[in-house]
């Protein structure tokens, strides 16, 4: 049990779709982070939340879009996406803000785009 | 910028001998340092960390890590590897906000 819980575990969507990933955290963690992780490559931080406010975006196309509508929950909504976004997307949260406090990762959503 | 750097894509090591997964990393001040591991399907699972204090580290499932100053290097030790620990291993540095991962290391532990 992680204590952070990611739905679905897998998603294949067309290009055309719209779908959103869900992300919850049972720990009392006041910060939230999507992650993307692909083959061969370094896992890519996406988007960073703290109390409810985006702190960090970096520089993710817009057909990615999240939502933190309270520190527990943290969605991330996909439309149009595109086959090089097939990838397994993590969701993680931590403590504190400044940097000492470990990230505690759920199990992960694998996206496919077909 | 923070950077970590892992140089090894793999490392191969006979069940029951010392292992050690190499780390590197590029950190303006003082550095905040990480080890994750993550098993198939799954997500990233904390083993150790850095702040500050001791250069030997002791973590979850009898790794330990020993942060290097002068070679700016925080490398991932057991001395006696299972089977078990074959997985993906990752070594992360972090400021506000950012957490900054290497590429990974396979380690592959051969019964």
């Known amino acids: 049990e992680t204590g952070v819980t990611q739905t679905p575990r897998h998603l294949v969507m067309g290009m055309t779709n719209k779908k959103s990933l869900k992300c919850e955290q049972h720990?009392?963690?006041?910060?939230m982070y999507w992650y993307k992780q692909s083959a061969k490559k370094p896992l890519e931080l996406m988007f960073v939340y703290s109390l409810e406010e985006r702190v960090e975006n970096n520089s993710v196309p817009s057909r990615f879009s999240p939502e933190c509508p309270n520190s527990s929950h943290l969605f991330l909504h996909l439309h149009t996406l595109q086959p090089e976004d097939s990838a397994l997307y993590l969701c993680?949260?931590?403590?504190?803000?400044?940097?000492?406090?470990?990230?505690?990762f759920g199990n992960g959503t694998r996206l496919t785009v077909t | 910028a923070q950077s970590v750097a892992q140089p090894e894509d793999q490392v191969n090591v006979a069940e029951g001998n010392p292992l050690t997964v190499k780390c590197t990393y590029s950190v303006s001040g003082n550095p905040y340092l990480f080890w994750y591991v993550q098993y198939p399907n799954r997500g990233l699972q904390f083993l150790l960390k850095?702040?500050?204090?001791?250069?030997l580290v002791k973590g979850s499932y009898g790794f330990e890590a020993e942060f290097n100053k002068s070679q700016t290097s925080f490398h991932l030790k057991k001395p006696s590897a299972l089977v078990s620990d074959s997985a993906l291993y990752f070594c992360a540095c972090s400021g506000t906000y950012k957490y900054i991962f290497g590429t990974g290391t396979r380690l592959k532990v051969l019964a």
């Open positions: 993680a949260s931590s403590h504190l803000r400044d940097g000492t406090s470990p990230l505690h």
């Open positions: 720990l009392g963690h006041n910060a």
């Open positions: 850095y702040i500050t204090g001791d250069n």
